[in-house]
C-alpha cells in the first residue's frame, strides 16, 4: 500500500519553531517532487513549499518565505519543513504530498497525499 505520514505537528506558541517529517511506504520519495500543503478552517488549500524531485529545487509561498524551509534526506526516505517564526495565520492541518514529476504541480494534480498533521500556533 503507498502511503504517506506526516508528523511533528502540535501546539506552539507565536515565535516558535516545529518542525514537520513525511515519509513514505510502499515507494522511495528521492524520485518525486515534494510539496507541504495547508488547510486552514474555511480556507482554500494552499502550496506551502516545494522540493524537486532531482536537484533539490525549492519553492516557497510567500506567506512563508524565509521562516520555512523545506530539505529531504534520501536515506532516510524522509522530506522536513521546518518551521520557525510561527504565527497564529500558519495554524493550519499541514499536509505532504507527492508527484511522480521534477516539480510540484497544483495540489489537485499531486498523486499521493498523507492524512495530515494540525500545527496550531497559540499563546
Known amino acids: 500500500q503507498l502511503q504517506l505520514v506526516e508528523s511533528g505537528g502540535g501546539l506552539v506558541q507565536p515565535g516558535g519553531s516545529l518542525r514537520l517529517s513525511c515519509t513514505s511506504s510502499?515507494?522511495?520519495?528521492?524520485?518525486?517532487?515534494i510539496g507541504w500543503f495547508r488547510q486552514a478552517p474555511g480556507k482554500e488549500r494552499e502550496r506551502v513549499s516545494c522540493i524537486a524531485s532531482s536537484d533539490g529545487l525549492t519553492g516557497y509561498a510567500d506567506s512563508v518565505k524565509g521562516r520555512f524551509t523545506i530539505s529531504r534526506d534520501n536515506a532516510k526516505n524522509t522530506v522536513y519543513l521546518q518551521m520557525s517564526g510561527l504565527k497564529p495565520e500558519d495554524t493550519a492541518v499541514y499536509y505532504c504530498?507527492?508527484?511522480?514529476?521534477?516539480?510540484?504541480?497544483?495540489?489537485?494534480?499531486?498523486?499521493?497525499w498523507g492524512r495530515g498533521t494540525l500545527v496550531t500556533v497559540s499563546s
Open positions: 504530498a507527492a508527484e511522480m514529476a521534477y516539480y510540484c504541480p497544483g495540489w489537485e494534480a499531486m498523486k499521493y
Open positions: 510502499g515507494f522511495t520519495l528521492d524520485s518525486y517532487a
